[in-house]
Structure formats: structure tokens, C-alpha cells
């Protein structure tokens, strides 16, 4: 790799590791069924120790199909600005949490996009994501 360009990474304890996480509001939720795999971007949330996602539920239930299926989900944060980058995985249990009020729901969480839904179509459910690995990764 004579030619290749890099940069030297080095891991991140858990306090930079909860850093990265309570500046971080969306994450990339992996799933899978079998041989199968599920992507998605989603909401993300960090406060007391907790990760909480926020999973829209409308027409297309493909990624509570593949929820259902999934005993171990992957959560990736992560952000790249230039040479500069961090990520963080996180892979556990998903569970359904209780789901808070409106007010709450725009505190925790950004506004959600759209992607050709009507407003009145998209209900959200909250799931809370008990992490048993977390490895966390920052260039030098």
C-alpha cells in the first residue's frame, strides 16, 4: 500500500467514548435476518448512560421485519470533517422503550424527514439499545 493514503487512529475510552455519543443526534442502525443485512440512518438520543433511537413507523415496515429478526443490533456514529474522524459501535439488545410525549420527542430528537409520507402517516416508536460492546475509534 505504497500509494494509498491513511491516518493513524487510536481507540477511545469510555469517558470519550460517552463524549462522542451525548454531541452525536443521528447513527446508522444495522440489522439482519439470517445471511440478510438492513441499513438505516435514524434519530439518536444520549443522556444518562441511555442510547435511545427513534424509528418511524408508517407503510413500510421493512426495518421492524428485520427488528424482529435481529438479536444483536450495531449502532455506528460517527463524523469525518477533513483528515479528522471519530466513530463509535455500539452492538446489543434493542428493546422498545416507553415512547415519550411530542414536546419531548423535539427535545430529544431532530426533525424527521420525510421521504414522501404524509405528516399524519408517520407514527414514532422509541427503543432504548442495552449495549454489551462498545468500541470507539479518533484519528491522532
Known sequence: M?????VYTTGLDDDEVADRLAGADHCVLALADGGD???VPVSAHYRDDRVLVRL???DDA????????TETATLVF??????????V??????A??????EAT???????????????AEVSFRVFELDASDAVGRETV
Request: aromatic share 18%; no cysteine.
Open 2 to 6: 505504497e500509494h494509498a493514503a491513511y
Open 56 to 58: 418511524s413507523e408508517h
Open 96 to 101: 422498545e422503550t416507553e415512547t415519550p410525549d
Open 78 to 87: 460517527y463524523d469525518v470533517e477533513d483528515d479528522d474522524s471519530w466513530s
Open 37 to 39: 443485512a438492513y441499513a
Open 62 to 69: 421493512t426495518k421492524f421485519d428485520y427488528l424482529d429478526a
Open 89 to 94: 459501535l455500539l452492538r446489543g439488545e434493542l
Open 105 to 119: 420527542l423535539n427535545e430529544w430528537f431532530g426533525p424527521f424527514h420525510l421521504f414522501g409520507e404524509g405528516v
